[in-house]
């Protein structure tokens, strides 16, 4: 009878998925060393909890690096563990400084990378990293007057290769501090929580978060930060630590419940490990290490937990499938972000033009502005928004950025205010209620009241009856009085939009230092000229309106029939109910009453009647004059003055033929801080750039249209995996595979 060979189909697919997980660990871990964890979330496992609960040893336990032991001893800065199943063995230790440090010393501590052909030198290593970083030796405790740091932003990198190794990368944390003491400052405390709630905050990051049996798990404040970054707790994993240290039976079954997932239910759930002895000064081997918890955990009241939830050999199995799982479901986001990212940091660099240090660099790079701003100008003045600068037109930038749309508004708003504001004082009929708190508000017969004493005044030898004409331009001049403070008022409304216009318009092309620089000092005093020659305009039409107005509009005619015939009605109207008050009861015997009351509003005194003819010119003068008036206003005067020609007002003419040495260099030299930020820029957009070409193969490799394993074949795989693991009897193994897997018999 053929033989159940358990041990090909193993091999085959545990060497499929121990290459795809190297390979996916190895991505991200590059990825990080190109400084892209700084710039977008990658997926990772970060181990943390509260100072002195076992997290570093959880950490040795995990890696099998043993690390230096003392007492009170802490984790100071971030250290990353890197291990990967190889055939050939490889330790690298080196730093990835913080982004706090300076570019020299950024430079010195990468210079740091020790290679050593076995572990037992790497505490050594570890002592001479933590003098590198600045940190005071192990055996020394930082004084808070020494001035010596007891915490870094920098990065231990710990790169461990073998063939006995997990596929896996860890990324350790300082613990968290409760209170300060005489080596660890409130600095310290807030540095450390700050650090911690910066990797927990990432959405692709799952959160070991190592709790201690020794101490109640309500205060610890681990769990309070992870519950605070991972509110739903679907990337939380919660590790116990020290539960040999718990001595009654009811503190245990209490920590038993929380492994269970019955205190605190978490999707990813919790594992148990016994410390090794950190009081003494060799372990042993790590394999005895791990042979003592799991004869510990088999003699204890946790042998109820499963095999899964228990021990560092479970542990490691977990971690490498959870990773593994994370970085394969989160790479096509990473990559979605590295896209987007790339694209922004473009657009930044693109606003911060071509390196410019010698004169010609500055003119060629203010030249090419014009070309721009001359494009956006002229769309913008003539409505035409198809650009992407010009956005949503409800938003306040929109808004602003529409400009003839703005202008036009404006002109609607004006048009409105001339009509409702224009005139000197606001005439009502007569007996109509007035509005006292308008002191501009009068009469008809008030009116015609201020007519006559300008009749007076005014007098010279006309017969009695007649008026000279020009009363009828200066009761105009005075009437209208208010059109010239409503312009200017309404110029100014226009001169802000379009400085609005321009500043959203330069913030878009450049930086916001060119761009101020070019406001101030070129485009601004140019705006300026053009507010005085409009203002110039204004007053030339004003003054033209100050000599006798004419006009040989039909309307005026019409306006002024109007105005006869309303007054007439008016009168009229006025007599006839006064007759018909004190006579009630009027009938055809009365006609000649009534006609005589009508001819008696025809019978006006001289002056009188030449006041009301003057008024109904002026008015009728005023109605015709003042539709052309804010037309004019709006097309010759301001868009001829103000918005004509604005893409004029920087042009490459100016550059070249107007703008001097010194200005040129003023407005377009780069500072040194905008020297750095170009160079920040652009080691960004090549760290994206090489994320980019690093996911990308990845993602295609794994394109639909490939054939992936069967799934059966592949649970036969995790059948047998599972045999291991949980030690599933042979034959019923067996049993499943035929049906599952028939060629591994």
């Known amino acids: 009878m053929p ?26 871990d590059d990825l990080r060393a190109h400084g892209l964890h700084g710039i977008t979330y990658l997926p990772q496992i970060i181990i943390c909890g509260d100072q002195s609960c076992g ?35 490889e330790n690298v230790v080196s730093i990835v400084a913080g982004a706090n440090r300076s570019p020299q010393q950024q430079a010195e501590l990468e210079l740091f990378k020790r290679r050593m052909d076995n572990l037992s030198k790497f505490p050594d290593v570890y002592i001479e990293a933590t003098a590198k970083m600045g940190l005071s030796p192990l055996s020394e405790v930082p004084k808070l007057s020494s001035g010596a740091k007891a915490f870094c932003q920098d990065i231990l990198r710990i790169e461990v290769a073998g063939p006995q190794c997990s596929q896996l990368t860890l990324v350790d944390l300082p613990g968290l501090i409760h209170v300060r003491n005489k080596s660890q400052t409130a600095a310290d405390i807030e540095l450390v929580r700050s650090l911690v709630c910066q990797y927990m905050k990432n959405p692709r990051s799952i959160i070991l978060a190592i709790i201690t049996a020794k101490n109640d798990y309500a205060n610890q404040i681990v769990l309070q930060h992870a519950k605070k970054h991972d509110p739903r707790e679907n990337r939380t994993m919660g590790i116990i630590t020290k539960p040999d240290t718990l001595l009654r039976n009811s503190e245990s079954e209490k ?14 759930g919790w594992h148990v490990l016994k410390n090794i002895d950190t ?26 937990l499963s095999q899964n939830s228990r021990g560092i050999s479970s542990l490691r199995q977990r971690l490498s499938s959870l990773l593994f799982k994370q970085i394969k479901a989160e790479l096509p986001n990473v990559m979605k972000d590295i896209r987007k990212l790339k ?47 010009f956005g949503n037109p409800l938003s306040s930038e929109g808004k602003e950025r ?11 708003a004006f048009k409105k205010r001339l009509d409702e504001h224009g005139s000197a004082w606001k005439v009502i009929p007569n007996g109509a209620l007035r509005d006292e708190k308008n002191e501009n508000e009068i009469t008809e017969d008030q009116a015609i009241e201020r007519v006559i004493r300008l009749l007076d005044q005014s007098r010279g030898q006309e017969l009695p009856g007649t008026y000279n004409p020009d009363l009828i331009g200066k009761l105009f001049h005075e009437y209208s009085e208010p059109w010239s403070l409503i312009v200017l008022a309404h110029i100014s409304t226009i001169k802000t939009a379009i400085e609005l216009f321009l500043k959203c318009v330069f913030s878009h092309l450049t930086t916001r230092p060119v761009a101020d620089a070019l406001l101030k000092h070129w485009i601004r005093p140019r705006l300026e000229e053009r507010y005085s020659k409009t203002k110039g305009l204004l007053q030339e039409h004003l003054a033209s309106l100050k000599t006798s107005p004419r006009t040989f509009n039909k309307e005026f005619s019409q306006q002024v029939a109007k105005l006869d015939a309303e007054r007439n009605v008016s009168a009229v109207t006025a007599s006839l109910l006064e007759l018909f008050k ?30 009301i003819s003057i008024y109904n010119y002026m008015k009728g003068l005023y109605n015709t004059l003042i539709e052309l008036f804010g037309d004019h206003v709006i097309w010759h005067i301001i868009d001829r003055g103000l918005l004509g020609g604005l893409e004029t007002i920087f042009s490459p003419t100016d550059i070249t033929g107007k703008m001097d040495v010194s200005m040129v260099r003023f407005i377009a030299a780069e500072s040194d801080s905008r020297l750095k930020e170009r160079d920040a820029l652009e080691k960004k957009l090549h760290a994206l750039q090489y994320g980019e070409d690093t996911i990308g193969p990845k993602l295609q490799s794994n394109a639909p249209g490939e054939n992936p394993p069967h799934p059966l074949k592949l649970y036969a795989y995790w059948l047998i995996r599972a045999r291991e693991s949980h030690g599933l009897r042979r034959g019923e193994h067996r049993r499943i595979a035929i049906v599952l897997w028939p060629e591994s018999i």
């Open 3 to 28: 033989c159940f060979n358990s041990h090909a189909p193993h091999r085959q697919f545990y060497t499929l998925e121990s290459e795809e997980q190297r390979q996916l660990f190895d991505i991200i």
């Open 343 to 389: 694209g922004l940091s473009e657009q930044q660099l693109k606003k911060l033009g071509p390196s410019r240090k010698s004169h010609a660099e500055q003119v060629n790079f203010l030249v090419g502005l014009t070309t721009s701003f001359r494009s956006l100008c002229e769309a913008a003045c003539s409505g035409r928004y198809g650009q992407e600068i």
């Open 582 to 611: 004190s006579r009630p009861h009027l009938n055809a015997r009365s006609i000649p009453l009534i006609v005589e009351a009508i001819n008696k509003t025809a019978r006006l005194e001289m002056d009188t009647s030449a006041a």
């Open 55 to 89: 997290k570093s040893s959880v950490l040795e336990a995990i890696s099998r690096v043993s690390f230096p032991k003392k007492e009170n001893l802490c984790t100071r800065f971030v250290t990353e563990v890197i291990l990967r199943r190889k055939p050939e063995t």
């Open 279 to 304: 009081g003494r000064a060799d372990n042993g081997p790590h394999s005895s290490r791990d042979d003592q918890e799991q004869d510990w955990f088999e003699k204890s009241n946790f042998r109820t």
């Open 402 to 412: 529409h400009l003839r749309s703005h202008v036009e508004q404006e002109h609607r």
């Open 255 to 268: 920590i038993i419940n929380l492994a269970q997932n019955k205190e605190i239910q978490l999707k990813l």
